[in-house]
């Protein structure tokens, strides 16, 4: 078979392919990416915020699919179940972690720093302290510290050992000394050259290099990322959302305080007032504002937010529905400024002896403090509307004088007695009926009665008049 110059062209461009798909393809040719680093900063207390950020986080470093996590971290510490709950996700993740203690890592941020696979430290920087304490600062019962003791140690001994022979003597050789995590919290451990007995072990940012507790000393991220050996990286940050700024807002002691007063002088002064309207609705966009952000965060439960509706529930029964004040108003305020303070504390510290009482106090001295200064300025504030033109027609304003032809109000509402009229304004329980053409302060003995219902004065005591709903004939 003879071939065409046609066919031969052919089969030569066809062998030359062939040739080239099996060679293999220059390093220069072969795009790299550059090594992503994820940075999430832990620059606050540890708590729930922190443990759903990182949560939030460590996913997207997940979906980015991250080469590495770098957590710039300085902290003081904070709640021990949520330190925890980082530390595990630290050590599960396929993610390498690298942790920059940019001054501290204190308490529970110790449990945090010590659970990645590398450390860096700024220069006069410490790490440890990890005893557990309580809001004063005192520790807490040694069962707590025993935890605390276990999963420092614990987390020390996740990063591996090394068994070397030197001179027939088999060495074990952790690559973080687990004593040396337990002394961070145990001060009864005594560790030659490092830490005396008695003492709580905080490392330097020297000391912690001189351990093996940080693997170098570095004054920026850039350095951190250096000495980690990553050249050839981009960094993405984690970036607040506009959900999480506004409940850090939210949840500030300061404004908490702020929606308590609202909460409380808007029920006082729907109370005053007949009717629904803008005092009940702003206390109840205070008490979403109150409630909201903490049960989002973690920290507010939903038998606490029932607890506070149950009192707002007691207290309006002993208002429309039983006369006088008793057991039911009384149990109705205390259950309420108990759901107000109970919603600001983690129920994690009810299961520290001594920690719980603490942080207790210290909230319901905010919502009293709150609640009181809420009350005495709804009074004052009361006082001084009724006497202005736009609110005057919610009282009595004229001067009744004896000597014009008046008769003492006793005599005269002592007369009202029996008689019947319409409900001028809505009774809830106070409000103001008609008789005779006539207008008159009252209260209702049962219930609340609606405007234009027709009444029937039932006494006069204490100088309150009291009527009842007439019933149709």
């Known amino acids: 078979m003879i071939l065409s110059k046609h066919n031969i ?14 060679q293999p393809l220059k390093s220069d040719t072969i795009p790299e990416r550059a090594n992503l680093v994820y940075q999430f900063d832990m620059r606050q207390d540890v708590g729930p915020a922190l443990w759903r950020q990182t949560q939030k986080s460590f996913a997207e470093a997940e979906e980015l699919e991250a080469d590495y996590i770098l957590i710039h971290m300085n902290t003081y510490g ?52 990890a005893t557990v304490v309580d809001a004063t600062g005192s520790p807490v019962p040694d069962k707590f510290q025993s935890f605390m003791r276990a999963a420092m140690r614990t987390t020390a ?7 070397v022979i030197i001179e027939n003597d088999t060495i074990v050789r952790w690559h973080r000394d687990p004593a040396i995590a337990e002394a961070m919290v145990d001060p009864a451990l005594y560790i030659e050259g490092i830490i005396d007995t008695g003492k709580v072990l905080t490392l330097t940012s020297e000391e912690a290099v001189a351990v093996g507790y940080s693997e170098g000393i570095a004054s920026s991220i ?14 993405v940050e984690y970036e607040l959302t506009t959900l999480e700024a506004i409940i850090g807002f939210l949840i500030n002691p300061v404004f908490q305080g702020f929606l308590i007063m609202i909460i409380i002088g808007g029920l006082y002064f729907e109370l005053q007032t007949p009717g629904v309207g803008f005092p009940i609705g ?9 409630f909201a952000p903490l049960y989002l965060e973690g920290i507010a439960q939903n038998w606490e937010i029932i607890l506070f509706i149950l009192g707002i529930i007691l207290l309006a029964v002993e208002i429309f529905v039983i006369p006088g004040f008793g057991v039911a108003g009384i149990a109705g305020i205390g259950l309420m400024i108990t759901g107000l303070t109970l919603a600001m504390i983690d129920n994690i510290v009810w299961e520290f002896e001594g920690v719980g009482a603490v942080i207790f106090i210290r909230s319901l001295f905010l919502v009293v403090l709150s609640a009181f200064v809420a009350l005495v300025g709804s009074i004052s504030l009361s006082r001084k509307l009724l006497d202005t033109h736009m609110f005057s027609h919610l009282v009595l304003g004229s001067t009744q004088n004896k000597d014009e032809g008046y008769i003492g109000v006793d005599s005269l509402y002592r007369d009202l007695v029996g008689m019947t009229g319409t409900a001028a304004t809505s009774l809830r329980p106070s409000g103001r009926v008609e008789i005779d053409f006539e207008q008159y302060d009252a209260r209702s003995l049962v219930g609340f009665i609606d405007k234009g219902e027709k009444v029937k004065v039932i006494s006069f005591e204490a100088g309150q008049l009291y009527v009842k709903k007439e019933a149709n004939s």
């Open 157 to 163: 001994e996740s990063h591996g050992r090394d068994t």
């Open 282 to 290: 702003a206390a109840l966009l205070a008490a979403i504002l109150y």
């Open 222 to 235: 850039p350095e951190v990322l250096e000495k980690a050996g990553i050249t050839d990286y981009h960094i």
């Open 78 to 129: 904070g709640l021990v179940q949520a330190a925890d709950s980082i530390r595990t996700k630290i050590l599960n993740t396929r993610i390498p972690v690298i942790v920059f203690v940019d001054n501290n890592a204190i308490s529970a941020g110790a449990l945090i720093a010590i659970s990645a696979q590398e450390i860096y430290m700024r220069q006069g920087g410490s790490m440890g302290a």
């Open 9 to 22: 062209r052919l089969i030569t461009a066809l062998i030359f392919s062939l040739i080239a798909i099996n």
